[in-house]
């Protein structure tokens, strides 16, 4: 397959390239840096509008846009701006660029957000039954505005859902664990090797996550079966609070204690990381009904048997030197 992969080089994208590529696949990354080692071609483009990008989408088997500035920023004025305009444009973009081919993809995966959900602990968010966030009461501004961003992302997605031969796909993913430097796996077992994983917040609120090998299998679930239109949630069935995945997480590392973290701690350590609590306090509580309903198979159901092959993975990686 030729698959082309605009915002392809952040950490989920270069995990799909990475796989794609080692399976024989022709990978194309839309890049605005087009500088690049990786063994993959590199194409340069602005996320907005035409260029010489616009060949790759021709004949191309798959098209999976990942394209936005990164949401792990301070909410001021500036950022909110770019992190919304850099997810419609983008998508409008690649939208107009599948309805002129001559021969476009037949199928679109496009990236969205487990956070499109509502912060809530009573209930798993499924995508017949899960209840779109926005609406709860005393919700902090930022997360309303990381409602507003998801639910704006796929409603310029959706401009383009009567494409006559392009499948559309909307990736409602939760935060994807691997091994790779900078990425969320690492930063977490950061803090427990630094003896700070302990709960945060009072830890009730639910993490969702997926293990990269699970991700990258159901992406290649998503291209291949024809089932799949629309909205679709890329979670591990058993997302599980806070408290009992940094526990979980400790126990795979080989560390009994974890300082705690409060609420007042995480925002004044969210400025000076240039961060915002959102990614950490909201309960993510997201279930991927539609990929059960099919049987997929997942090879890292529980966040235990993930966390201890992604140390094990990280150790190999990273090596001694690192190791607290």
């Known amino acids: ?52 990008w616009l060949a790759e989408i021709e004949g191309a088997d798959a098209v999976i846009n990942l394209a936005g500035r990164s949401v792990n920023c301070r909410y001021g004025a500036r950022n909110r701006r770019e992190i919304m305009d850099s997810r419609i444009d983008s998508v409008r973009a690649v939208g107009r660029a599948i309805a002129a081919a001559k021969n476009p993809p037949r199928v679109w995966l496009q990236a969205s957000t487990a956070t499109i959900y509502a912060h809530r602990y009573d209930a798993p968010n ?43 796909v909307l990736m409602r993913s939760a935060i994807t664990m691997s091994p790779d430097s900078g990425g969320a796996f690492d930063v977490l077992l950061g803090l427990v090797r630094r003896g700070l994983g302990g709960k945060c917040g009072d830890g009730r609120q639910f993490v969702s996550w997926i293990h990269e090998f699970d991700f990258i299998r159901v992406v290649y679930q998503l291209i291949g079966s024809e089932k799949f239109r629309g ?24 560390i009994g204690i974890g300082l705690p973290a409060s609420k007042w701690m995480l925002e004044i350590g969210a400025i000076f990381l240039r961060t915002e609590t959102e990614l950490i306090l909201k309960s993510r509580r997201v279930v991927p009904g539609l990929l059960m309903k099919d049987g997929f198979d997942f090879q890292f159901p529980e966040w235990g048997a993930a966390a201890r092959e992604l140390c094990s993975r990280w150790r190999e990686t990273h090596g001694k030197t690192q190791m607290a």
Not at 18 to 43: C, I, T, Y
Not at 129 to 142: F, K, M, Q, V, Y
Not at 237 to 249: Q, S
């Open 1 to 52: 397959m030729k698959i082309v992969i605009p915002g392809g080089s952040g950490q989920v994208g270069t995990l799909l390239a990475r796989a794609f590529h080692k399976d024989g696949h022709e990978v194309v990354v839309l890049s605005r840096n087009a500088q690049s080692s990786a063994p993959w071609r590199v194409v340069e483009w602005d996320g907005r509008g035409d260029g010489k």
């Open 126 to 168: 499924d995508e017949a039954t899960g209840i779109i966030g926005g609406a709860e009461e005393d919700a902090p501004d930022t997360w309303r505005f990381s409602i507003d961003v998801a639910t704006s992302w796929e409603r310029a997605a959706n401009e383009f859902a009567s494409l006559p031969r392009t499948r559309l």
């Open 231 to 254: 909205a679709v949630n890329l979670a591990a069935p058993n997302p599980l609070p806070n408290v009992e995945f940094m526990r979980a997480l400790r126990e795979a590392w080989g």
